[in-house]
């Protein structure tokens, strides 16, 4: 009987070798047609050089934004696709009018003006003239550190984290979260890109207005006003804001690529920029490289098994309000039960190897897919993360228990020090790196969408509350008010 059992067992291993290296020598067969096609094909350079240049920023509730989403809806169906649709929904659209800063010695005339730029979600209107104090990085334990005196002030928090090792950041919302919380009336963060480059972004953890004025500094004015603060504070700040709020319609782009099957693979990317740019890097190379995975698809006719689509979400920089608004809908019609994966591509760039975002369920799968990549890309790293994090548009999908994904790659510190930036222009955009993305992540795309099996599976609610929870994202959620089990 023993015998018969380790010949069974010896059997299934052996089939299960056999089975995953057929399905291997089938993804090869296919990658190589992925990198021939895009080598000699891709689009997605030209694209996004047409777009910024043709359509400028895409902010969201803008005219500018709004002719984003047309432009890559023409896009979709000039690859022929002949399911794409607009998803639309409604948002509270915030853009900027005017905003100075100007910091000066308590009860004396000798004023600063410094450069500075709202953060989204401020205040429509704010006028404030009121002491500064310091509260480091932003961080809980700043702020408790400082309670007694935070009231009623206007706090001074950096935007990453400065002189301290093996602390996770804060989100710039998170960190005006914390100032609303402890009393304060305002907040200036200071961006850590050397030099005189802005920041903006949203100050907001719900995309709705907030209840103080949030700007950003540079660092090189960050630190001459904390220089200014040791040796003549107290300082005071005078903030005077005006900016535009209303309820607009905004639209996400949807085009499906039909499988065999009602499993659903979502790939997609953030279409909209903030506007102090072109959004070129955060995210034109994301949401472009998705545009033109979807016109390889259908180039080389590809028939998945599970049902593709291809998404370009709009709102995300104002609170991840697009894909909110997709995943909502998907609950309410019962179609999230047959979402089985979702992949997000958010500033990717030259990718090196997936990220599991904390799903140890998929390393064996994307290390083999990785393999596969290997034999027709020597240089490709297949390196595997598995790390989750927050704050993009895989964000709603994973906290309805979805396993998400994305790829790891990298920018260099020029690029990235124009995060949300004025420099964040065409310029800035590497054509082969980009190429890079599209041929990795159609490949990665393919494996998911024809894979016999999905390890992962999507987690109960229990299930997904444990698996944030060991993640060490409770603490996050609750601040960002995302936190439904408690």
Same mark, same amino acid.
């Given at each position: 009987?023993?015998?018969?059992?380790?010949?069974?067992l010896?059997g299934?291993?052996?089939?299960g070798?056999m089975?995953?290296?057929?399905?291997?020598?089938?993804?090869?067969?296919?990658f190589?047609?992925?990198?021939?096609e895009?080598?000699?094909n891709?689009?997605?350079?030209?694209?996004?050089?047409d777009?910024?240049?043709?359509i $400028?920023?895409? !902010?969201?509730?803008?005219?500018?934004?709004?002719?984003?989403?047309?432009?890559?809806?023409?896009?979709? #169906?000039?690859?022929?696709?002949?399911?794409v649709?607009?998803?639309?929904?409604?948002?509270?659209?915030?853009?900027?009018?005017?905003?100075t800063?100007?910091?000066?010695?308590k009860?004396?005339?000798n004023?600063?003006?410094?450069?500075?730029?709202?953060l989204?979600?401020?205040?429509?209107?704010?006028?404030?003239?009121?002491?500064?104090?310091?509260?480091g990085?932003?961080?809980?334990?700043?702020?408790?550190?400082?309670?007694?005196?935070?009231?009623?002030?206007i706090v001074?928090?950096?935007?990453?984290?400065?002189g301290?090792?093996? #602390?996770?950041?804060?989100?710039?919302?998170?960190?005006?979260?914390?100032?609303i919380?402890?009393?304060?009336?305002?907040?200036?963060?200071?961006?850590?890109?050397p030099?005189?480059?802005l920041?903006t972004?949203?100050?907001?953890?719900?995309?709705?207005?907030?209840?103080?004025?949030?700007?950003?500094?540079?660092?090189?004015s960050?630190?001459?006003?904390?220089?200014?603060?040791?040796?003549?504070?107290?300082?005071?700040?005078?903030?005077?804001?005006?900016?535009?709020?209303r309820?607009?319609?905004?639209r996400?782009?949807?085009?499906?690529? #039909?499988?065999?099957?009602?499993?659903?693979?979502?790939? $997609?990317g953030?279409?909209?920029?903030?506007?102090?740019?072109?959004g070129?890097?955060?995210?034109g190379?994301?949401?472009?490289?998705?545009?033109?995975i979807?016109?390889?698809?259908k180039?080389?006719?590809?028939?998945p098994?599970?049902?593709?689509?291809?998404?370009?979400?709009? $709102?995300?920089?104002?609170?991840?309000?697009?894909?909110?608004?997709?995943?909502?809908?998907?609950?309410?019609?019962?179609?999230?039960n047959?979402?089985?994966?979702?992949?997000?591509?958010?500033?990717?760039?030259?990718?090196?190897?997936?990220?599991?975002? $904390?799903?140890?369920?998929?390393?064996?799968?994307?290390?083999?897919?990785?393999?596969?990549?290997?034999?027709?890309?020597p240089?490709?790293?297949?390196?595997?993360?598995?790390?989750?994090?927050?704050?993009?548009?895989?964000?709603?999908?994973?906290?309805?228990?979805?396993?998400?994904?994305g790829?790891?790659?990298? !920018?260099?510190?020029?690029?990235?020090q124009?995060?949300?930036?004025?420099?964040?222009?065409?310029?800035?955009?590497?054509?082969?790196?980009?190429?890079?993305?599209?041929?990795?992540?159609?490949?990665?795309?393919?494996a998911?969408?024809?894979?016999?099996?999905?390890?992962?599976?999507?987690?109960?609610?229990?299930?997904?509350?444990d698996?944030?929870?060991?993640?060490?994202?409770k603490?996050?959620?609750?601040?960002?008010?995302?936190?439904?089990?408690?």
């Open positions: 009987m023993r015998k018969i059992l380790l010949a069974t010896t299934g291993l052996l089939l070798t089975s995953f290296r057929s399905e291997g020598d089938e993804w090869t067969k296919i190589n047609r992925i990198n021939t895009v080598k000699q891709s689009k997605a350079y030209q694209t996004l050089s777009a910024t240049r043709q $400028g920023h895409r !902010l969201t509730g803008s005219p500018q934004g709004m002719q984003a989403e047309e432009y890559t809806f023409k896009l979709l #169906k000039s690859y022929g696709f002949s399911d649709r607009f998803q639309p929904f409604e948002v509270e659209s915030w853009s900027r009018d005017t905003v800063l100007s910091i000066v010695p009860s004396s005339d004023f600063r003006d410094i450069p500075v730029v709202a989204a979600h401020s205040p429509v209107s704010a006028d404030l003239k009121l002491e500064i104090v310091d509260v990085n932003g961080l809980e334990e700043n702020f408790e550190a400082v309670k007694e005196k935070v009231k009623g002030k001074l928090s950096n935007i990453g984290l400065v301290v090792t093996g #602390k996770k950041n804060l989100h710039r919302s998170e960190k005006t979260a914390l100032a919380k402890y009393g304060a009336a305002g907040i200036i963060m200071v961006n850590q890109a030099g005189k480059i920041l972004g949203t100050a907001s953890v719900t995309g709705k207005l907030i209840d103080i004025p949030a700007v950003c500094i540079s660092s090189d960050g630190r001459e006003l904390r220089s200014w603060l040791e040796d003549e504070g107290p300082l005071e700040a005078h903030v005077n804001m005006r900016n535009f709020s309820p607009i319609k905004a996400n782009v949807v085009a499906t690529l #039909k499988g065999k099957s009602n499993e659903k693979i979502i790939i $997609g953030h279409l909209d920029s903030w506007d102090l740019a072109t070129a890097i955060d995210n190379i994301g949401s472009f490289s998705v545009l033109d979807a016109r390889t698809f180039a080389l006719k590809i028939k098994e599970r049902t593709i689509q291809f998404v370009m979400f709009m $709102g995300e920089e104002q609170g991840l309000l697009g894909s909110k608004h997709m995943v909502k809908e998907l609950v309410r019609t019962g179609e999230i047959n979402v089985h994966y979702m992949m997000n591509l958010d500033m990717t760039n030259d990718p090196k190897g997936a990220n599991g975002f $904390g799903r140890a369920d998929m390393e064996a799968f994307f290390t083999n897919v990785g393999n596969s990549i290997k034999k027709i890309d240089s490709f790293g297949n390196s595997y993360v598995s790390r989750a994090g927050l704050h993009s548009d895989h964000q709603p999908f994973m906290l309805e228990g979805v396993p998400v994904a790829l790891s790659g990298s !920018l260099t510190p020029s690029v990235l124009c995060y949300h930036a004025d420099c964040d222009n065409f310029e800035l955009v590497n054509k082969e790196q980009l190429e890079n993305t599209v041929r990795i992540a159609s490949m990665y795309l393919y998911l969408s024809n894979a016999r099996t999905l390890p992962a599976r999507r987690l109960s609610s229990e299930q997904n509350r698996f944030l929870t060991t993640q060490g994202l603490e996050e959620l609750i601040l960002g008010q995302d936190w439904r089990w408690e």
